[in-house]
């Protein structure tokens, strides 16, 4: 089992960067494939990237691809979001969540087994 907690977030300008880790704790963090999710005001989670267990392999939403990055540090036990070019609909509270088993990319929150509690970010235009 591996416990995960968000880090990073807060209030940006349009135009601006930020960085969230997710930090794992427990056992064999290198054996979790590992996603980011958000959720804005009254909207549903959605998938924002992934990343696969060795980092070799990324996954993003359409909607972030070529302004946001993922990487892992397994030494480390903790996952990166880079989010670069942020806009006001990027706000939300940032989730990350770890998929256990297979290693490749999935939208789908359900086959996600430990999640953080969540960051807020909040992009100001």
């Known amino acids: 089992q591996v416990q995960l907690v968000e880090s990073g977030g807060g209030l940006v300008q349009a135009g601006g960067s930020l960085r969230l880790s997710c930090a794992a704790s427990g056992r064999n963090f290198w054996s979790y494939a590992m996603g980011w999710f958000r959720q804005a005001p009254g909207k549903e989670r959605e998938f924002v990237g992934f990343i696969s267990r060795g980092g070799d392999d990324t996954d993003y939403a359409d909607s972030v691809k070529g302004r946001f990055t993922i990487s892992r540090d397994n030494a480390k036990g903790t996952v990166y979001l880079y989010m670069n070019r942020l806009l006001p609909e990027d706000t939300g509270v940032y989730y990350c969540?770890?998929?256990?088993?297979?290693?490749?990319?999935?939208?789908?929150?359900?086959?996600?087994?430990?999640w953080g509690q969540g960051t807020q970010v909040t992009v100001s235009s």
């Open positions: 969540a770890g998929r256990t088993g297979a290693d490749y990319t999935s939208w789908d929150q359900a086959d996600y087994k430990y």
